[in-house]
């Protein structure tokens, strides 16, 4: 099994520009997130997902947008990339609420 | 809400015992452990829920203190592997929403 698999996992963008980081995992959970690291930050959450069709907002969901219209998939929008959006972004699932999060591998991000 | 985990970096010998600790301002449903090596994904410990037993996996065991709002990791024996950073999510029973520390960066030195 691959897991949760994330696409690009490198990306340089100029300020303004627009892209997709995209998100699928092939262990049939219901639970899906998206975190941002920062250097020293840890993890922050921006998105999660309790099922396909139902999203909600983390700690910072400011400048991102996120859809659900599959079990399988979870992308994150950003739109008017800024340079307060370079960070790794990682994106997890979990079969149960409050359950084990799996992480793909992440994607790098610079905005430039 | 973002938990507060002490200390922030920890330098060890092998075989020396190391506890990172977490603590929130909220009461809490279930505290999660991981463990981050440099250039990679978080990788799952264990968790402890509000009322469970104290959790083991070899030499690296937690506890969960539910009146005090705390946990902490205790590593005993320290291999070179133990090395990279500890994060403690916590969350509080409503969505699932896990919100993670800091972190703690343990070094083990040979």
């Known amino acids: 099994n691959a897991g949760v698999t994330q696409t690009p996992k490198f990306r340089i963008l100029k300020i303004g520009q627009s892209m997709t980081l995209q998100c699928t995992q092939d262990?049939?959970?219901?639970?899906m997130y998206w975190y941002r690291q920062d250097p020293g930050m840890g993890l922050k959450l921006i998105y999660y997902?309790?099922?396909?069709?139902?999203?909600d907002k983390g700690e910072v969901p400011n400048g991102y947008n996120v859809s659900r219209s599959t079990t399988e998939d979870f992308p994150l929008r950003l739109e008017l990339a800024a340079p307060s959006q370079t960070s790794v972004y990682f994106c997890?699932?979990?079969?149960?609420?409050?359950?084990?999060?799996?992480f793909g591998e992440g994607s790098r991000l610079t905005v430039l | 809400q973002q938990p507060v985990q002490s200390p922030q970096a920890v330098i060890l010998r092998e075989g020396e015992d190391a506890v990172i600790n977490c603590s929130s301002s909220?009461?809490?449903?279930?505290v999660h452990w991981y463990r981050q090596k440099h250039g990679e994904a978080p990788v799952f410990l264990m968790i402890l829920l509000k009322g469970g037993e104290q959790k083991g996996h070899e030499k690296i065991s937690a506890s969960f203190n539910e009146k005090k709002q705390q946990s902490s990791l205790y590593l005993t024996a320290s291999q070179l592997s133990y090395s990279g950073t500890y994060f403690c999510?916590?969350?509080?029973?409503?969505?699932?929403?896990?919100?993670f520390g800091k972190g703690t960066k343990l070094s083990v030195k040979p």
């Open positions: 997890a699932s979990s079969r149960l609420l409050t359950g084990e999060l799996f």
């Open positions: 909220k009461a809490l449903y279930s």
């Open positions: 262990m049939n959970h219901n639970y």
């Open positions: 997902s309790v099922g396909a069709g139902i999203t």
């Open positions: 999510g916590t969350d509080g029973g409503s969505q699932g929403n896990l919100i």
